[in-house]
Nanobody, 120 residues
């Protein structure tokens, strides 16, 4: 089992910044991917950004150039630095960790979510 604890959400004005953190503990495989998804009211959950072991990153087009994902492997923590926030970034942000055995997904875990609200 893996536990994910998120922090850093809140209310910010458009153009502002927030930094989300997610600390993982438990059975974390040496090959894994950590990341963030978000879900706005009435919309499907969508990928924001992911970072794999080895620091390969992937971003949604809507956040490229504004958001930066990073990880501290010693702390099993992933960060999402969000700059130039827009009202459309308002959503519940969920941390995720996927454990891989070679290239095969073994299990994925989700955090409880943290609210990000961007006012116009």
């Amino acid at each position: 089992q893996v536990q994910l604890v998120e922090s850093g959400g809140g209310l910010v004005q458009a153009g502002g910044s927030l930094r989300l953190s997610c600390a993982a503990s438990g059975s974390i495989f040496s090959i894994n991917a950590m990341g963030w998804y978000r879900q706005a009211p009435g919309k499907q959950r969508e990928l924001v950004a992911t970072i794999r072991t080895g620091d390969t990153t992937n971003y949604a087009d809507s956040v490229k150039g504004r958001f930066t994902i990073s990880r501290d492997n010693a702390k099993n923590t992933v960060y999402l630095q969000m700059n130039s926030l827009k009202p459309e970034d308002t959503a519940v942000y969920y941390c995720t960790l996927k454990n891989y055995l070679y290239e095969y997904l073994v299990h994925d875990y989700w955090g409880q979510g943290t609210q990000v609200t961007v006012s116009s």
